[in-house]
């Protein structure tokens, strides 16, 4: 059976930072292109980030370009996502995705940015 698990989300004043982990289960985690997604109320779901299995190869939303910061212990089966700057155009659930032949997704962590 295959898990994502996410933690980290919260709530943080705009300018903040914000760490999100999530832990895979049940897959090769080593040969999956991991990726967060993040969907705001009334929104289409977007890819934030995304990083390539050797995790040498990242690709990030133009608006997260220089905050946020992918990346993958695959020793520990986490992928990371470290959010600086925060504003509250990012208040979302973000989700993990693993991805190869077959996608799977996390059941999302709630972050809310704001005042």
């Known amino acids: 059976q295959v898990q994502l698990v996410e933690s980290g989300g919260g709530l943080v004043q705009p300018g903040g930072s914000l760490r999100l982990s999530c832990v895979a289960s049940g897959i090769t985690f080593s040969n999956y292109l991991l990726a967060w997604y993040r969907q705001a109320p009334g929104k289409e779901r977007e890819l934030v980030a995304d990083i390539r299995q050797s995790g040498l190869v990242t690709n990030y939303k133009d608006s997260a370009k220089g905050r946020f910061t992918i990346s993958r212990d695959n020793a520990k089966n986490t992928v990371y996502l470290q959010m600086n700057s925060l504003q509250p155009e990012d208040t979302a659930v973000y989700y993990c995705?693993?991805?190869?032949?077959?996608?799977?997704w996390g059941q999302g962590t709630q972050v809310t940015v704001s005042s």
């Open positions: 995705y693993a991805g190869n032949f077959n996608g799977y």
